[in-house]
């Protein structure tokens, strides 16, 4: 990404079938940047990738994260006891805190009130289960000792629900301080829920080729196949929420429905099976990021759900390899690298502008018009937003340091 500030560039539940087969083998390590590079999801390496849903009720996003330590157990690195005494594999006792949590999930339900989870570092290494909570829009946070605890990313519905996926499928009904586990239909990719539905992208095996999607609801919570969805590809595969519209799309496949899911279309994804990244600003608005391994990505828009797109200007410098895109409206857009900061534009794409928060920004994303929530990574991990547009920007270190304000962009 350059260091310019500003730079021009070129402008309910119908279908249900028989479940998949159970999960099979080991995840390994992924870190999904917020929500527009799931190719972690198919080549098993370490992303980033975003889900949101912004403007609905709820409004949620999340970065997704998961991990092959899913029980609670010390990771055998170099400097681990038990990865040089066999007989010392086993659980060990965690003292959740802020001060361990490093973030990779996100999810907010309301302009003050959201969650933050991922992994706890402990002696040796890490473990999963680590879920802070804000009730003043990220100002301060405190951390929950669940359990037991979620085990892998994090969606919230409403301020008690709320549900964790990957290699397992946990529900909680109390905000968050104890997690259910339930059936699975494989490994869950990626997941979402409004308005009472939860949407889901699951593989019949972790290594498994193409993902099907399964909803349920808030009160009957196992996932059934949605038969008039056929298989989605693995490439950068996720589900893009708003309102009564839901996209499914990854690799050169994209279906979508503005009804709820009564019916579905098979729609022409622009990106064509490269990298790519969705984001949606209205029931039928919605916008493409579509970033080539070599040259200028673009950016597409489509004004009726995805049946027609428009390329509407270039993609600020970004690498490939990494990154998110996310709409408050059709001129606000913000793009990320999860190397820096990242670029708001308010002019569709056709004029960008560095924002002023420290890095690395792992992911941004508007949930509402007005408002961007994000997480930083590196040695020292934050949450940050703003509250107009991108101009400027607050930080709330996770590590019990100060909040930092910053100035205009």
Same mark, same amino acid.
């Given at each position: 990404?350059? $260091?310019?500030?500003?730079?021009?560039?070129?402008?309910?539940?119908?279908?249900?079938?028989?479940?998949? /087969?159970?999960?099979?083998?080991?995840?390994?390590?992924?870190?999904?940047? *917020?929500?527009?590079?799931?190719? +972690?999801? +198919?080549?098993? +390496?370490?992303?980033? *990738?975003? /889900?949101?849903?912004? *403007? +609905?009720? !709820?409004?949620?996003?999340?970065? $997704?994260?998961?991990?092959? $330590?899913?029980?609670?157990?010390?990771?055998? *690195?170099?400097?681990?006891? /038990?990865?040089? $005494?066999?007989? #010392? #594999?086993?659980?060990?006792?965690?003292? !959740?805190?802020? /001060?361990?949590?490093?973030?990779t999930s996100i999810s907010f339900v309301s302009a003050t009130q959201g969650w933050v989870s991922g992994e706890l570092q402990v002696l040796g290494g890490t473990v999963a289960g680590g879920l802070g909570r804000t009730d003043d829009a990220g100002t301060t946070w405190s951390i929950e000792a669940a359990a037991p605890a979620p085990e892998g990313a994090v969606r919230f519905a409403d301020s008690t629900q709320g549900f964790s996926f990957g290699t397992t499928y946990q529900m909680t009904r109390d905000g968050g301080k104890s997690w259910q586990t339930l059936p699975s239909p494989g490994y869950i990719a990626d997941l979402e829920t409004v308005h009472g539905v939860v949407w889901a992208l699951v593989r019949s095996c972790v290594r498994c080729e193409g993902l099907r999607l399964f909803q349920a609801t808030l009160t009957s919570p196992d996932l059934v196949r949605v038969a008039a969805v056929k298989p989605i590809g693995n490439y950068d595969a996720a589900l893009t929420l708003h309102d009564h519209a839901i996209f499914a799309t990854g690799g050169d496949t994209m279906w979508a429905t503005t009804n709820d899911g009564y019916s579905w279309r098979h729609e022409h994804n622009p990106c064509g099976g490269g990298s790519q990244s969705f984001a949606a600003w209205s029931g039928t608005g919605i916008a493409a990021e579509c970033t080539p391994v070599r040259g200028v990505g673009s950016l597409f828009e489509s004004l009726d759900a995805g049946s027609h797109w428009t390329d509407i200007a270039n993609v600020p410098r970004v690498r490939a390899s990494a990154g998110t895109l996310s709409a408050g409206s059709p001129d606000d857009l913000i793009v990320t690298n999860g190397v820096g900061a990242p670029y708001v534009s308010h002019r569709a794409g056709n004029h960008w502008i560095r924002a002023s928060v420290d890095g690395p920004v792992i992911f941004a994303a508007f949930i509402s018009n007005l408002h961007i929530v994000g997480i930083t990574g590196g040695a020292h991990p934050a949450f940050v937003a703003s509250e107009n547009r991108g101009h400027t920007w607050f930080e709330t270190p996770f590590r019990r340091k100060p909040p930092v304000i910053y100035g205009s962009s």
């Amino acid at each position: 990404m350059t $260091n310019d500030d500003d730079f021009d560039l070129g402008p309910l539940l119908h279908g249900r079938s028989d479940q998949l /087969a159970a999960p099979e083998g080991t995840w390994e390590s992924i870190v999904r940047r *917020g929500r527009r590079r799931r190719r +972690a999801k +198919a080549l098993l +390496a370490v992303t980033a *990738g975003v /889900a949101i849903v912004a *403007g +609905a009720t !709820p409004a949620i996003l999340a970065i $997704n994260h998961s991990t092959d $330590n899913q029980h609670l157990q010390v990771a055998t *690195g170099r400097h681990s006891a /038990a990865a040089t $005494n066999p007989l #010392q #594999q086993q659980a060990t006792v965690v003292h !959740p805190s802020l /001060a361990r949590l490093i973030p990779t999930s996100i999810s907010f339900v309301s302009a003050t009130q959201g969650w933050v989870s991922g992994e706890l570092q402990v002696l040796g290494g890490t473990v999963a289960g680590g879920l802070g909570r804000t009730d003043d829009a990220g100002t301060t946070w405190s951390i929950e000792a669940a359990a037991p605890a979620p085990e892998g990313a994090v969606r919230f519905a409403d301020s008690t629900q709320g549900f964790s996926f990957g290699t397992t499928y946990q529900m909680t009904r109390d905000g968050g301080k104890s997690w259910q586990t339930l059936p699975s239909p494989g490994y869950i990719a990626d997941l979402e829920t409004v308005h009472g539905v939860v949407w889901a992208l699951v593989r019949s095996c972790v290594r498994c080729e193409g993902l099907r999607l399964f909803q349920a609801t808030l009160t009957s919570p196992d996932l059934v196949r949605v038969a008039a969805v056929k298989p989605i590809g693995n490439y950068d595969a996720a589900l893009t929420l708003h309102d009564h519209a839901i996209f499914a799309t990854g690799g050169d496949t994209m279906w979508a429905t503005t009804n709820d899911g009564y019916s579905w279309r098979h729609e022409h994804n622009p990106c064509g099976g490269g990298s790519q990244s969705f984001a949606a600003w209205s029931g039928t608005g919605i916008a493409a990021e579509c970033t080539p391994v070599r040259g200028v990505g673009s950016l597409f828009e489509s004004l009726d759900a995805g049946s027609h797109w428009t390329d509407i200007a270039n993609v600020p410098r970004v690498r490939a390899s990494a990154g998110t895109l996310s709409a408050g409206s059709p001129d606000d857009l913000i793009v990320t690298n999860g190397v820096g900061a990242p670029y708001v534009s308010h002019r569709a794409g056709n004029h960008w502008i560095r924002a002023s928060v420290d890095g690395p920004v792992i992911f941004a994303a508007f949930i509402s018009n007005l408002h961007i929530v994000g997480i930083t990574g590196g040695a020292h991990p934050a949450f940050v937003a703003s509250e107009n547009r991108g101009h400027t920007w607050f930080e709330t270190p996770f590590r019990r340091k100060p909040p930092v304000i910053y100035g205009s962009s």
